[in-house]
């Protein structure tokens, strides 16, 4: 299982981004796949997650409504579009992966992880 994450950089408030994760050795009929962050000093944060083997995905509260997370299985990337972005989004965004009988809602601990890709969201 292999995991690459790219997209991140920096944008004002109110802006967006669009994350990308590259995935390979698994296809999305096995495994859910998502994100989650970490800031300086604060411990991991589930941001979303889609897993098509039940139909479910997740979303923080703190992002609903903000983030949308979508899949093409033909190019085996996962996208994060973030909009409305605000300073508190600022971390470092991973990609993660684990098998499809881990609830979406604990993507913060899934095994499989990319390296991650920094937003920083200032003015």
């Known amino acids: 299982v292999q995991l690459q994450a790219s997209g991140g950089g920096l944008v004002q408030p109110s802006g967006s981004l669009r994350l990308s994760c590259a995935f390979s050795?698994?296809?999305?009929?096995?495994?859910?796949i998502g994100w989650f962050r970490q800031a300086p000093g604060k411990e991991r944060e589930g941001v979303s997650c889609i897993n098509r083997d039940d139909g479910s995905t997740f979303y923080a509260d703190s992002v609903k409504g903000r983030f949308t997370i979508s899949a093409d299985s033909a190019k085996s990337t996962v996208y994060l579009q973030m909009n409305s972005l605000v300073p508190e989004d600022t971390a470092v965004y991973y990609c993660?992966?684990?098998?499809?009988?881990?609830?979406?809602?604990?993507?913060?601990?899934?095994?499989?992880r990319g390296q991650g890709t920094q937003v920083t969201v200032s003015s």
């Open positions: 993660a992966a684990e098998g499809v009988a881990f609830p979406c809602a604990w993507v913060s601990d899934f095994g499989s």
């Open positions: 050795g698994f296809t999305l009929d096995d495994y859910a």
